[in-house]
C-alpha cells in the first residue's frame, strides 16, 4: 500500500518529527512545511492525506486551509484543545478531527488543587517576604481550603478529576456543564458562579463559551482558578473585579494572549499567580499524549476508527485518492 501524506505542524524539527512519527513504519511519509507561516502551511497541504496539528495554535486548519487539502482525509489535534480549527469546515468536506481527550485530566486537576491552595496559603507571598528578609508570621492571615464550597464550570475530563480531588480535601463540590445531569453535584451557572468560595474553570472554548464566566458575578472574596482558555473569562470584568477587591485572587495558567505582553495590566495584582500555560505539561502527561497520537494515527492508517473525534464526522477515516497519478 502507498504511504499516506503526513503533513506535521508541531514545532519541531523535520528529523525530530520522523524520529516522534518512527513506530507507524512504512505506512507514513512524514513532512514539515518550509516555513512556520501560512503561506508554507498552504503550500505544504496540496497532498497532505493526514495532518498532524499543532498543539501552540501557530498553524491551524480554518476554512481556508482545508479548501487547500483536497486529499485530506484526517487531522489529528496533540492536544485537548482544538482552539483556531475550522470544525464546520472540516465536516463538510468529510474529515474527522480528533483531539486527546484526558490525558491532561490528572495533571491540570493538580494544578487547579495546587494553584488553589497556594493563593490561600498566600505560599507565595510568603515566600517573597521571607526573601526579603521579613518574617510575616501573624500578618499574612492565610484561610483554608477543607469546608469551602467550590465550584466547578465544566465537567468533562479535567472538570470530574478537579471536582474529585477537591471533594477529597473536604470540600463541597457542585459543577455546572452544558449538558444538564441528574446528579445531586450538578447546579444551574449562576448558583456554581456566584455561590462559590473557588470557582474552577475547566470547559473548553467555543462560541458559547467565550465570555462565559463574569467575576464580577462571583461571590464576593472568592477565588477564581482558570486552567481552561483565557477568553472564557470576561476580560473586562476580572480586571474591574480585581481593581475593585472583589476578588479575594486569581490564578490563571492561561490568557487572552500568550505569552502575556509585558504591558498587560494582570501583571500589576500580587494577589494573581500567573502561570505559563503549564497545567497540562507534566513528563506523564507528555507520555500519555505521544502514545495517544501514535495509537490514532495507526488506527487511521491500518483502516480502524479513530477516538476523539470532536466534529461529529465518522471515525472511519476513508482515503480520497487511491492512485496518487489522478491527481
Known amino acids: 500500500m502507498t504511504a499516506w501524506s503526513l503533513l506535521a505542524l508541531p514545532p519541531l524539527p523535520e528529523e ?3 524520529r516522534l512519527l518512527a513506530p507507524l513504519g512504512d505506512k507514513v511519509s512524514v513532512r514539515v512545511p518550509a516555513r512556520r507561516d501560512r503561506e508554507a502551511l498552504l503550500a505544504a497541504l496540496s497532498d497532505a492525506e493526514i495532518v498532524l496539528g499543532d498543539w501552540t495554535g501557530a498553524l491551524v486548519m480554518d476554512a481556508e486551509a482545508v479548501r487547500a487539502a483536497p486529499r485530506l482525509a484526517f487531522v489529528q489535534q496533540p492536544s485537548v484543545g482544538v482552539d483556531g480549527h475550522d470544525l464546520g469546515a472540516l465536516a ?3 474529515v474527522p478531527l480528533a483531539n486527546t481527550p484526558g490525558v491532561s485530566a490528572v495533571a491540570v486537576a493538580e494544578w487547579c488543587l495546587a494553584a488553589t491552595l497556594a ?6 507571598a510568603g515566600d517573597a517576604a521571607v526573601r526579603a528578609g521579613e518574617w510575616p508570621q501573624q500578618s499574612l492571615r492565610p484561610g483554608e481550603l477543607h469546608g469551602s464550597r467550590v465550584g466547578v464550570v465544566g465537567y468533562g475530563a479535567i472538570g470530574a478529576a478537579a471536582a474529585g480531588m477537591f471533594r477529597a480535601m473536604g470540600c463541597e463540590v457542585s459543577y455546572w456543564s452544558r449538558t444538564p445531569r441528574q446528579d445531586p453535584g450538578f447546579a444551574d451557572l449562576e448558583t456554581v458562579v456566584g455561590g462559590s468560595d473557588v470557582v474552577v474553570v475547566a470547559i473548553a472554548l467555543s462560541d458559547e463559551t467565550r465570555g462565559l464566566v463574569d467575576p464580577r458575578r462571583m461571590k464576593r472574596g472568592s477565588l477564581l482558578v ?3 482558555r483565557g477568553p472564557i473569562v470576561d476580560r473586562d ?3 474591574a473585579a480585581l481593581r475593585e477587591g472583589h476578588l479575594a485572587g486569581a490564578a490563571l495558567d492561561v490568557f487572552d494572549t500568550e505569552p502575556l505582553p509585558s504591558g498587560d495590566p494582570l501583571r500589576e495584582f500580587p494577589q494573581v499567580l500567573l502561570s505559563p500555560h ?4 507534566t513528563s506523564g502527561v507528555t507520555g500519555r499524549l505521544v502514545g495517544a497520537v501514535l495509537a ?6 491500518e483502516g480502524r476508527p479513530v477516538d476523539g473525534v470532536v466534529n461529529g464526522v465518522s471515525p472511519q477515516v476513508s482515503r480520497k485518492f ?3 497519478a489522478a491527481i
Open 296 to 301: 490514532n494515527l495507526a488506527a487511521a492508517v
Open 322 to 324: 487511491t492512485d496518487t
Open 237 to 239: 470584568g476580572l480586571l
Open 92 to 94: 463538510a468536506a468529510g
Open 16 to 18: 525530530s518529527a520522523r
Open 226 to 228: 482558570n486552567a481552561a
Open 278 to 281: 503549564v497545567a497540562g505539561v
Open 119 to 124: 493563593l490561600l496559603r498566600r505560599l507565595v
